[in-house]
């Protein structure tokens, strides 16, 4: 079965900078978009960053000039730099792919288990 696992959340101060990860794996045919969304408690998950398989990036306003997203598709991974962190940047971090797998025509949606990444001093 399909597995998207994150690692690369932590503890870090005010302008410090974190990289997260996700690694798909599983019977996978193809992967569509891939993303990064973030949720704190009583808020709905919320979009940080969405990358497609080629063309343009999608991101929150919030972290703009900001936060980088990349992926491998020879990997299957996608990776989320993310500099000049802010207090408000205090989330847990999921990762999400839509993937076709290779008995399917469609592409699922699915997700990580999470990482929290907390910003304080």
């Known amino acids: 079965q399909v597995q998207l696992v994150e690692s690369g959340g932590g503890l870090v101060q005010p302008g410090g900078s974190l990289r997260l990860s996700c690694a798909a794996s599983?019977?996978?045919?193809?992967?569509?978009?891939m993303g990064w969304y973030r949720q704190t408690p009583g808020k709905e998950r919320e979009l940080v960053a969405k990358?497609?398989?080629?063309?343009?990036?999608n991101y929150a306003d919030s972290v703009k000039g900001r936060f980088t997203i990349s992926r491998d598709n020879a990997k299957n991974t996608v990776n989320l730099q993310m500099n000049s962190l802010k207090p408000e940047d205090t989330a847990v971090y999921y990762c999400n792919a839509q993937i076709r797998l290779h008995y399917s025509r469609i592409y699922y949606s699915y997700w990580g288990q999470g990482t929290q990444v907390t910003v304080s001093s």
């Open positions: 599983g019977p996978i045919f193809s992967i569509g978009a």
């Open positions: 990358i497609p398989i080629s063309g343009t990036t």
